[in-house]
């Protein structure tokens, strides 16, 4: 006689295992203990077998009923449901296992000793934020190109169009991986190169007009903070480094006596070592400066302790509080000014001036060896 909703709501334990058949195969087992148990019995192939179907109340009669119908289609279709779901199950831990995060995850355990400090932090709050709670759980194989473009479009949507450039080619780098590594086929943010508007591009804030140099330098020199962001201010003009790069100089990379400052390019290729001459003046300030942090590791330490690098942020504080705005100088803008002052000013060779600012773009590359062939003198 098929189970009712009322006698199931009635049901208490007994003592002993017993089993309440609804039909079909269909029969709620209940153990000694109260746990309710939906269950199908069927044949395959000869062989008795049973399949469970969840678990009661959080199953219901109507539930494992339809349930057990499914179970039913297969078998007269020559299915064997029990294998079905093993599949299924299996299935599903691969999808889980091959997701988008897990597979981005691992990509930036891979490649972040190679980033720096800021930049893998950046990218990791940029997956984090937009691309996990949209795309996370997703099979990496699975994702298609306008669904993709769904989550950059809501990047863009709030006015921060350069992130949605950016998250596209992160995903481009998490799924060009993921066909590496045998987990996906193709890349679908490819696709998607021209679907965003261009970029806005625009570069840091800096001072090059000779004259406003000038003006500019003597304001640093006025600062009156503290000893170790006043010895940034005026050391940065001088070395025109990334301002990553500068507030996390050692101690130990720097050779006084040679006026030379050197640090790896790349933590993947740490003997790739970039040498920075240091002007007279820079060699003064460095060595008032010893006296202050010399013995801890770091050139420019965080006010909360020697064994921190100074605050992205400390530069930037002390230029606003000497009244330069965000549109004037920048901390990269020292770089710019750089540039500028000793192509136009000084006449000196291009390849020497990007050599000595470091690694560059591509495009910026092809640039600078059309200069050297006479055919363009353009100025970054």
Sequence with gaps: MPLTDLELKKLKPTGRTRRLFDGAGLYLEVSPAGGLWWRFKFRFLGKEKRLSLGTYPEVGLKDARWKRDDARRLLSQGVDPSATRRAEKAAGAERAANSFEVLAREWFEKH???????HA???????ERDLFPALGKRAIAEITPPELLAVLRRIEDRGALDTAHRARANCGQVFRYAIATGRAERDPSA?????????????????TEPKRVGEILRVLYGYQGTHTVMAALKFAP????????????????VDLDGATWQFPLSKKKPVTMHVVPLATQAVSILRDLHTHTGKGPYVFPSERGTNRAMSNNAVLAAMRSLGISTDQMSGHGFRAMARTMLDEQLNVRADIIEHQLGPVPKIRRAILARQRRGRNRGSW
């Design 191 to 207: 696709d998607l190169k021209s679907a965003l508007p261009p970029a806005t591009g625009d570069h840091f804030a800096a001072i």
């Design 238 to 253: 001088l070395v025109f480094v990334r301002p990553g790069e500068m507030r996390t100089a050692r101690w130990q990379d």
């Design 121 to 127: 932090s950046r990218v990791l709050r940029l997956f």
């Design 112 to 118: 972040a000793p190679g980033f720096a400090p800021d």
